[in-house]
């Protein structure tokens, strides 16, 4: 089969014949139709990613979108001819997406959003597991809160709007200027950051209360802010990226709390990949019932134009998700 190989870090990716691999035990056999692009991507092939724990040589792309061409012993959720998504691999020793066939976990599979195309549905796994960890199983958001997402217009940012909106709360997303009408469309009361101090968003949209929950989608002084912005006693602060040196102080005194989400802990131990199975799941119902649609950018990537689709990511000039073409 034809795959995109990584032989070193930094080095030009390879078009490349490798073998098919088989379904083994607990495996599914999928024909590749789609690969979704994460930053990760980038940083893993600039070998700026040592948490991913990639073996070289490699095949990157952790979310895809395909349908089942066989399985292995045990699994018994899919039979060849599904539609499914999930993010499969990509990190530590586990294929990525970018080849016309994955054998992947079955656990970390679930069957394609039917409202949704291929390369919506390869759009989704990363970023809406990472969305949904933060909020639902961290923050354990419900309806009547408020709640502020960093970075709302962002890939996930975009869907962890969507997914507070959709668990009741009253949403609140940090954008910049050209970006703020996109939040506004997600439904989420739009917040320019480049012109509006925490002190101030605090206190017109809380009373000066604070947030009930805030996801950090972007790091560094925007986590600071966020411990700033939470609610005495009862907040909840999470954030994706968490790296950096931060003063805890403004989160105790307020008797906030905080967590951090990992995304990839599941696939680098084999432990608890079947939770990420049930998050694509719901997903999928969300999206069946016009909850959750990502935001995709209009440009077109195949094999021959990774190389483009990663300068693409790493530029920050996005419209939304970007999608590689595979089947």
């Given at each position: 089969?034809?795959a995109?190989v ?9 078009l490349?014949?490798?073998d ?6 607990g ?14 991507d ?13 073996t070289l040589?490699?095949?990157l792309?952790l ?5 089942v ?6 699994v018994n959720?899919?039979t060849?001819?599904d ?10 020793d586990?294929?990525g ?10 656990r ?11 390369r919506?549905?390869?759009a989704?796994?990363?970023v ?6 933060g ?7 419900r309806?009547g809160q408020?709640v502020l ?7 996930i940012g975009h869907?962890a ?5 959709a ?11 050209s970006?703020l009408?996109?939040v ?8 320019d ?14 009373g000066?209360q ?12 925007v986590?600071?802010?966020s411990?700033?912005a939470v609610?005495?006693?009862t ?5 994706a990226l ?7 102080a403004p989160?105790s005194f ?9 995304t ?5 131990t084999?432990r608890?990949?079947?939770?990420h199975?049930?998050i ?11 909850a ?6 209009p440009?077109r990537?195949?094999?021959?134009d990774?190389?483009d689709?990663?300068?693409?990511v790493?530029?920050g000039?996005?419209?939304?998700k970007?999608?590689?073409d595979?089947?």
């Amino acid at each position: 089969m034809r795959a995109v190989v990584l032989q070193g870090f930094g080095t030009p990716l390879i078009l490349s014949e490798i073998d098919k691999p088989d379904a083994g035990p607990g495996q599914v056999l999928v024909k590749v139709m789609a690969s979704g692009v994460n930053p990760l991507d980038t940083k893993i092939w600039a070998g700026k990613a040592a948490h991913a724990k990639r073996t070289l040589p490699a095949v990157l792309g952790l979310d895809l979108a395909g349908v089942v061409e066989a399985v292995g012993t045990g699994v018994n959720d899919f039979t060849p001819g599904d539609e499914v998504y999930g993010m499969t691999g990509g990190v530590g020793d586990l294929q990525g997406s970018l080849a016309e066939y994955a054998a992947v976990d079955a656990r970390l599979l679930a069957r394609k959003p039917t409202a949704l195309s291929m390369r919506e549905a390869a759009a989704l796994p990363l970023v809406v597991i990472t969305a949904w960890e933060g909020l639902i199983d961290r923050a354990q958001v419900r309806p009547g809160q408020k709640v502020l997402i960093h970075g709302g217009a962002g890939g996930i940012g975009h869907v962890a709007v969507q997914i507070a909106r959709a668990r009741g709360a009253e949403v609140f997303a940090t954008a910049s200027p050209s970006r703020l009408e996109v939040v506004e469309r997600l439904g989420a009361t739009p917040i320019d950051y480049t012109t509006t101090a925490v002190e101030e968003y605090v206190a017109e949209h809380t009373g000066g209360q604070g947030f009930d929950v805030i996801f950090d989608t972007v790091g560094g002084a925007v986590l600071d802010a966020s411990f700033a912005a939470v609610r005495t006693y009862t907040g909840h602060v999470v954030s994706a990226l968490g790296w950096g040196t931060h003063s805890l102080a403004p989160l105790s005194f307020r008797g906030a709390t905080y967590s951090g989400v990992f995304t990839l802990l599941p696939m680098l131990t084999g432990r608890n990949r079947e939770h990420h199975g049930e998050i694509m799941r719901e997903a999928a119902a969300l999206a069946d019932a016009g909850a959750l649609k990502p935001l995709l950018d209009p440009r077109r990537f195949t094999f021959a134009d990774v190389v483009d689709a990663h300068a693409a990511v790493e530029s920050g000039a996005l419209h939304g998700k970007i999608v590689i073409d595979v089947g």
